[in-house]
């Protein structure tokens, strides 16, 4: 794959990621939501030898920018081969549990409109038939804890969509990868206590693009003992995990 589309292009993972493509010589559609931010993001990439960068300015949380996205895409990067979607909010569960209307946004930004936008770009790779679509979730959508539930059950919701979207995908040979990293260190944890569990954003840049390089690759942890430490999680009986403060 040589051309790729970032929506969220300013998350402190893209950057990390798109500077890797960048050393690999790959063409870059950067989509976020400050033009200012995107303008130093592609200057940097520029520094750092960049084939091809361009920006475009759309808040994806909102729908109603979906198909002034799209357009510009088929407009000035027609033949993309992969689509990486990067961007979301964690909003603060305290204040999303006594709130419903900050619940439904962190559900609009992380599920509803990222559904949304990766069913434009999914009609037109199965027209093509062939392509890659990658979305990081998260480890926090795979059991629901008091702790993030708001958060967590759209990050859940956004890992089974992906994973009907790839079967639905499978025979027109269009791949669907599934990224769930644990907590990184990145300005949306930095209101959290950060301790050893904290991934570098660097490592997990790293991963991404290797699942992105192995076309077998359909759901990766980041870090890779993630995987494990969520099947003993998901092992605990509903009971028990109830009364777990976690």
Not at 7 to 16: D, F, N, R
Not at 120 to 137: M, N, P, S, V
Request: with cysteine; proline share 3%; aromatic share 8%.
């Amino acid at each position: 794959m040589d051309k790729f589309v970032i929506l969220g292009a300013t998350s402190e993972i893209a950057q990390q990621v798109q500077r890797i493509l960048t050393s690999k010589g790959k063409r870059l559609l950067l989509v976020g939501r400050s033009a200012e931010k995107l303008e130093i993001v592609a200057a940097d990439l520029r520094v750092r030898g960049a084939t091809e960068v361009i920006t475009f300015k759309a808040d994806l949380a909102d729908v109603s920018q979906h198909s002034q996205v799209m357009g510009f895409v088929l407009q000035r990067f027609p033949d993309f081969e992969c689509v990486l979607l990067a961007y979301g909010t964690m909003q603060d569960q305290e204040e999303c549990r006594h709130s419903v209307e900050m619940s439904l946004q962190e559900w609009q930004s992380n599920f509803v409109s990222a559904a949304g936008l990766l069913t434009l770009f999914a009609d037109i790779l199965e027209t093509r038939r062939c392509g890659c679509i990658a979305a990081i979730t998260s480890v926090a959508g795979d059991r629901g804890r008091s702790s993030n539930y708001v958060y967590g059950a759209a990050k859940g919701a956004l890992s089974l969509f992906l994973q009907g979207l790839r079967g639905r995908l499978h025979e027109s040979s269009v791949r669907v990868l599934t990224i769930k990293p644990g907590p990184v260190r990145t300005p949306m944890t930095a209101g959290l206590r950060q301790d050893r569990v904290f991934a570098d954003p660097v490592s997990v840049a790293r991963d991404i693009c290797r699942a992105l390089e192995n076309d077998s690759k359909e759901i990766l942890y980041t870090p890779w003992y993630w995987r494990y430490v969520m099947a003993v999680v998901k092992l605990i009986p509903e009971v028990v995990f109830k009364r777990l403060s976690i």
